[in-house]
């Protein structure tokens, strides 16, 4: 079974500009996650999609948003980026039920210069 | 509000020995615990999870050991090996999963 692929995998950015990052889930899993990864402050939660719906949210502006397709895959939107923003987005996928772990991609190295 | 804690964020063990990596959380409704390794260049890899009605699981040499009264979580592994160096980051299932901030384990040969 395939892994859960994010694209693409580096990103530079400028300050002001937007970004869209994208998720592919391991095949079957409906629960897809999104998480912010900076020095010091672990995995800071930003959102979940299950069958194309937002199930939770983080504590994250309204610059960040997301949406998942019809196919599970799930893209990543932040808005007027900051150099704040800089940070390593991991994706997660799984089961979308109880007692199942999450399935980490590799990661988008974002960038804001 | 760091609802899942990892205190030491970096830990040095000599090869063949023990490994103890220490997680406390603060919510007594986590119901699902996960430890997670994470090499430089790459996700976070799932190692072993246990219920809250659990209180160890063991999985080769990895064992997780869950006190719910200490609202503590540990994993131990056993012998370590130099390929064991990487990022420890433990995870609390509630109605999302709640990451601690990591231990950086070294193992030396």
């Known amino acids: 079974k395939a892994g859960v692929t994010q694209t693409p995998r580096y990103l530079i950015k400028t300050r002001g500009q937007q970004v869209t990052l994208s998720c592919s889930p391991i095949?079957?899993?409906?629960?897809v996650s999104w998480y912010q990864q900076t020095p010091g402050q672990g995995l800071q939660f930003l959102f979940e999609y299950f069958s194309e719906t937002q199930r939770n949210k983080g504590n994250f502006p309204g610059r960040f948003s997301g949406r998942q397709f019809s196919n599970s895959r799930s893209e990543m939107n932040v808005s007027t980026l900051e150099l704040g923003d800089s940070a390593l987005y991991l994706c997660?996928?799984?089961?979308?039920?109880?007692?199942?772990?999450?399935?980490f991609g590799n990661g988008t190295r974002l960038t804001v210069t | 509000d760091q609802q899942v804690k990892q205190n030491s964020p970096s830990l040095s063990v000599q090869e063949g020995r023990i490994s103890i990596l220490n997680c406390d959380y603060t919510n007594s409704m986590f119901d699902y615990f996960l430890w997670y390794k994470k090499y430089p260049a790459e996700g976070p890899t799932f190692l072993i999870s246990i219920s809250s009605i659990k209180d160890k699981n063991e999985d080769g040499r990895f064992t997780v050991f869950l006190n719910k009264s200490a609202k503590h979580l540990s994993l131990h592994i056993v012998p370590s090996q130099p390929g064991d160096s990487a990022v420890y980051f433990c995870a609390a299932s509630g109605n999302q999963f709640y990451f601690g901030t990591g231990t950086s384990l070294t193992v030396i040969p």
């Open positions: 095949s079957g899993h409906r629960s």
């Open positions: 997660a996928s799984g089961g979308g039920y109880d007692n199942s772990p999450l399935h």
